[in-house]
């Protein structure tokens, strides 16, 4: 199988453990994060990629690792490396 590597741009949330003063959070925002991966399952809801791609000759299937699945809402940009 041949799989589109993708490099998606998103927003993620984040938290913090220390005592912040109300007026400090004004400029509080999701952090911008960009992940590079083989494109494994797109839909409405979410994208799905991982790092890696096994193929097991003895067993006839596809395995991956290094899976990441972000929700479409938090996605900004996906760019496609190949084609």
Same mark, same amino acid.
């Given at each position: 199988?041949?799989? &589109?590597?993708?490099? =998606?741009? !998103? *927003?993620?949330? !984040?938290?913090?453990?220390?005592? *912040?003063?109300?007026?400090?959070?004004?400029? *509080?925002? /999701?952090?911008? %994060?960009?992940?590079?991966?083989? *494109?494994? &399952?797109?839909?409405?809801? &979410? +994208?799905? =990629?991982?790092?890696? @791609? =096994?193929?097991?000759?003895?067993?006839?299937? +596809?395995?991956?690792?290094? +899976?990441? +699945?972000? /929700? %479409?809402?938090? #996605?900004?940009? =996906?760019? @496609? #490396?190949?084609?």
């Amino acid at each position: 199988m041949d799989y &589109k590597i993708v490099e =998606i741009t !998103w *927003l993620d949330a !984040w938290d913090d453990t220390a005592h *912040l003063e109300e007026a400090a959070t004004e400029n *509080l925002a /999701p952090i911008e %994060r960009q992940n590079v991966g083989y *494109l494994i &399952k797109g839909d409405a809801d &979410k +994208v799905i =990629i991982t790092s890696g @791609v =096994i193929y097991n000759l003895y067993a006839g299937k +596809v395995f991956i690792d290094g +899976v990441i +699945v972000i /929700p %479409r809402s938090m #996605i900004t940009e =996906i760019k @496609v #490396i190949n084609d």
